[in-house]
């Protein structure tokens, strides 16, 4: 896969957005050290060149949507058995990208139509069926109407990630100008979020989004 407009992202980058431990990113995309386990749970879409290793935004997106099963109590063997499955049942490398995508805390699910025309909800690793009052949604996850596949992540207020804007990296919604280049002029000009609004044409609260997004990303490096 080439990677123009596909977004490009360090596995430190994952770990920020995400909000997920190093140990179970790194676990995720790469063996261990030592080969033991059941090996990385997600290929990135990138060859491994000089050592440096990278993923592709659907990748951060399968990233992404793990870690929303995980926190929901879904296990470590259900998320990887129902990636696998769904691979082949979505003909995609990036199921987890897939819109159609629903939990109820031990089960992962998908919307798909029945035979009666009603949409339901199919456990894809039992196929039990249930209807669509499951309702907890990965909102802040948009996609594509053809691709069903994730375009853009609302990472946080007023903060994106579009693959194909600014390299990948999050912009301030409706721009293609990086929370980075914004928090850092906002430091650089002495915290003056007007002065910065106007240098970049956006509005005081984009500037303070950017910053507020931007602190919590060192916060938790830091941390």
Do not use: C
């Not at 596995?11 to 995720?28: A, F, H, K």
């Not at 990636?83 to 987890?96: A, D, K, S």
């Not at 699910?109 to 669509?132: P, Y």
């Not at 910053?211 to 941390?223: D, I, M, N, T």
């Amino acid at each position: 896969m080439t990677m123009l407009g596909q977004g490009v992202y360090r596995l430190s980058e994952v770990i920020q957005y995400t909000g997920l431990p190093s140990t179970t990113v790194r676990g995720w995309f790469k063996w261990r050290s030592d080969k033991s386990g059941h090996g990385p749970l997600f290929q990135s879409d990138f060859r491994e060149m000089g050592g440096d290793f990278a993923v592709s935004f659907l990748n951060l997106i399968d990233a992404y949507v793990a870690a929303f099963l995980r926190e929901r109590g879904v296990s470590p063997a259900m998320i990887r058995r129902a990636y696998t499955i769904l691979q082949g049942e979505l003909h995609t490398p990036h199921p987890f990208a897939h819109a159609d995508l629903r939990t109820d805390g031990d089960r992962i699910i998908r919307e798909k139509i029945d035979a009666s025309r009603d949409l339901a909800l199919v456990d894809v690793v039992s196929k039990q069926m249930w209807f669509s009052h499951m309702r907890d949604r990965l909102s802040h996850v948009v996609y594509g109407s053809a691709t069903r596949l994730a375009e853009e992540w609302n990472i946080a207020k007023g903060v994106i990630i579009r693959p194909d804007v600014g390299f990948g990296k999050p912009v301030v919604k409706g721009t293609g100008v990086t929370t980075f280049v914004v928090a850092n002029q906002y430091r650089a000009n002495a915290r003056n979020a007007s002065l910065v609004a106007g240098l970049f044409n956006i509005k005081v609260a984009d500037v303070q989004n950017a910053v507020q997004f931007e602190s919590g990303l060192k916060r938790q490096q830091a941390a």
